[in-house]
C-alpha cells in the first residue's frame, strides 16, 4: 500500500525476524522485508528454521537485493546473496485477489484534475490521485470486498493544459468474480493474474484476477 501511495518502484520494511522479498508475481511494484539483523546465537543454529543474519540493499532503477552473513568453517563470516519467500498483497495467492490495480502514465506537457472517483463495488485502497503532472507514473488499488461481486470503479479527470485542455477523461475498470474483465476511456494496456507483461495495445485480458490496466494519458 505504502508503495502505491508514494508511487516508487520498491519499499524496503525491516525488523520483523522473518524475511520476505518480493510481491506475487505480475505485481508493477515490489516489497523487500529485510528480516533480522541480530538473530540469537542459538536462534542461528537450532535444527529446524534457524534464524539468519538479512540485510538489504536497493539497486538503481528500484530492484532490490537481499543478503545474509554466513559463518565459515573457520569462525570467520563473509557475506552473501540470499533468498526468502515472496509476501502477498491480498491473499497468499491470486485465486483470492479480485483487486483492479490502475495505473496512469502521463505524457509531457500534460495536466489533469480528479472530478470523481466512484466505486460500485470494492473499497479503494489507494484512492486515484487528485492531480495529475506531466512526465509522470501514478497508481492506483480497488480492493474486491467479500462477496460475489468483484470490483468496478471509475475515475473522471479533466484535463487542465496543452491542446486537450477542457477535455473529459473517463477511465472505467472492473474485475467482476464471474463475467469478463473490462476497461475503457483511454489507450490502454492490460494484463492478469500472474502474467509478467502487458498485452498489445487495446487488447483486454477477459480472464483472470487480479486485473492490471495501464493508461496512457
Partial sequence: MATFRSNVRAT?????????????????????????????????????????????????????????????????????????????????????????????????????????????????????????????????WLQDLPGVQGTEGTAQYRITSGPRAGQMLNLTYECPLIFSNSCSGASFRTKSGEQQQYGAEGQIATRGHPFFVQFQL
Fill in 12 to 140: 524496503v520494511m525491516g525488523h520483523t525476524h522473518v524475511p520476505k522479498l518480493s510481491l506475487p508475481a505480475g505485481m508493477d511494484v515490489t516489497a523487500m522485508n529485510t528480516g533480522f539483523e541480530c538473530p540469537a546465537r542459538p536462534d542461528m543454529t537450532r535444527p529446524a528454521n534457524p534464524l539468519r543474519f538479512t540485510f538489504g540493499q536497493v539497486l538503481a532503477g528500484g530492484s532490490v537485493y537481499m543478503s545474509q552473513v554466513i559463518q565459515r568453517p573457520d569462525g570467520s563470516h563473509a557475506v552473501q546473496s540470499a533468498s526468502a519467500p515472496r509476501d502477498w498483497v491480498v491473499s497468499p495467492n491470486a485465486a483470492g485477489d479480485f483487486s483492479c490495480y490502475v495505473t496512469l502514465i502521463c505524457p509531457p506537457g500534460f495536466r489533469a484534475e480528479r472530478v470523481s472517483s466512484a466505486a460500485a463495488h470494492g473499497t479503494y485502497v489507494v484512492e486515484a490521485p487528485v492531480t495529475l503532472e506531466g512526465s509522470a507514473t501514478y497508481r492506483f
